[in-house]
């Protein structure tokens, strides 16, 4: 007479049944969206990274010196930053960990700018060797309060958007070096603090207002 539990499979073959077809097509699925989100993401840091060829070029020019002593710097910020007259570049002397975290948050505003499909805000494209970051330079026009204020003012319709989308930024994110802690000379006009336009910039380019986040060192997001 035949068992009763012979109608039911062995327990072996129960833990080596392959999945149903359903459960198979979502690992499918997961897989392919993983690989997919992976390489935009690689996409988008490879975008931030200085030229290779001009990356080579300023080593280069930094081994044929002994000193960055005699090059031109910039005159506002809180960092060393010197403007060399051979390449079109931006060194930042912040050092060695700063400079690595400089740079990540460079990329992580990248990112975040990408992933809201910001058209109007840029950072500069980076990399970081030794104690500084690499930036590419961008046609900035001079630091300058009052300079910065009139390209404003001369210009609302074209930097509509930029400051929408800045707007935007702050609202998911964290700077929390925007705000000039030197003496404010329209203090007369205005209580409010002055930003600092030496972090981020107004500028044209080819007609179109962009804002230039050119110092994201304090930044962190919320998302």
């Known amino acids: 007479m035949a068992s009763p539990l012979s109608a039911f499979p062995p327990i072996h073959s129960l833990s080596t049944q392959e999945n149903p077809p359903q459960d198979n097509a979502a690992k499918v699925i997961q897989k392919l969206c993983r690989g997919y989100l992976a390489r935009v993401h690689t996409h988008y840091l490879k975008q931030g990274l200085l030229d290779s060829m001009l990356f080579e070029q ?27 007259k051979e390449l079109p570049i931006v060194l930042k002397l912040s050092g060695s960990p700063a400079n690595y975290r400089r740079f990540h948050n460079m990329q992580a505003v990248r990112l975040l700018c990408e992933k809201k499909r910001f058209k109007t805000l840029v950072v500069p494209q980076a990399r970081v060797y030794e104690g500084l970051v690499i930036e590419s330079r961008l046609p900035l026009p001079k630091y300058h309060t009052k300079q910065q204020i009139g390209l404003y003012i001369e210009n609302q319709a074209l930097f509509t958007q930029s400051a929408q989308e800045f707007v935007a ?20 006009l205005s209580d409010t603090f002055l930003p600092r336009y030496d972090n981020v910039t107004f500028y044209l380019e080819k007609g179109q207002g962009r804002l230039a986040i050119v110092d994201s060192e304090e930044f962190s997001d919320k998302m």
């Open 58 to 84: 300023t080593k280069a020019l930094l081994e044929a010196r002994s000193s960055l002593a005699d090059m031109p710097q910039a005159s506002a910020g809180k960092t060393t930053v010197y403007l060399p």
């Open 169 to 188: 930024l702050l609202y998911q994110s964290t700077f929390t070096d925007l705000i000039s802690d030197t003496y404010n000379p329209y203090g007369t």
